[in-house]
């Protein structure tokens, strides 16, 4: 349970953002604009992501005094927010130029073909870049060390500690209890579980393209 709200924080923040930024990149920002912050999208892809942990506990943690499940879904956005943003872009420029063209020659503004042709054509390739971008959130753990911390209680709200399973993993794999040990490997199954449920569920929602 806190895994899922701490990705389902990280997915209410990077996802509104990503979807925006990309829009934005392929449909109107002008091209050294969009050269650029396709740049530091890439940049901000690779940059590890203990030193996301460290910047969300100097910019969230250090502030509230208190480690939290926001803190932790911070830290996720934002290495969730990179893949977001590149699929969307990639995604919305795979999309036909003539499909623009016969939505603004009907008489549709930029706005509406965007929002009403171009953003439903691209729909399962956005869903499927989230979903990874989800997955991939799902499985950090460095960053929730520096943020949620763990706690061995059921999760009673956003800005307190909370526990997760890969921190859980990470706790509980190299201890010399057997117990313990079993914990792990049921947490990484459950972990796997969980994200093959994700992409079975984006897949069954996007099977039916709207291009």
């Known amino acids: 349970m ?3 709200i701490l990705v389902g924080v990280a997915a209410a923040i990077s996802i509104p953002i990503g979807v925006l930024a990309a829009i934005y990149l ?3 920002a002008p091209k050294k604009v969009a050269r650029w912050i396709r740049f530091a999208t890439n940049v ?3 940059v590890p992501s203990i ?3 460290i910047f969300a506990y100097g910019a969230i943690v250090l502030r509230t005094d208190t480690f939290s499940a926001f ?3 911070f830290a996720l956005a934002i290495l969730m927010l990179p893949i977001i943003v590149r699929t969307t872009d ?3 420029q795979i999309v036909p130029q003539e499909v623009r063209w ?3 020659g009907v008489g549709a503004s930029n706005f509406h073909t965007v929002l009403k042709i171009v953003l439903p054509a691209a729909l399962p390739a956005i869903v499927t870049g989230t979903t990874l971008a989800i997955a991939r959130a799902a499985g950090e753990t460095a960053p929730l060390i520096f943020t949620a911390l763990f706690t061995q209680f059921w999760p009673n709200g956003l800005f307190e500690p909370i526990p997760s399973l890969s921190v859980l993993i990470y706790n509980y794999a190299t ?3 057997q117990n313990q040990k079993e914990l792990a490997w049921a947490a990484s199954l459950l972990l796997v579980v969980l994200i093959l449920f994700a992409s079975i569920i984006s897949r069954w929602a996007t099977r039916k393209s709207v291009y």
Do not use: R
């Open 71 to 73: 803190a932790g879904g």
């Open 2 to 4: 806190s895994t899922l």
């Open 90 to 92: 990639e995604a919305l």
């Open 26 to 28: 392929s449909e109107f």
């Open 44 to 46: 901000l892809s690779g």
């Open 102 to 104: 016969a939505s603004v």
């Open 51 to 53: 030193i996301v942990g």
């Open 175 to 177: 201890v010399p209890y």
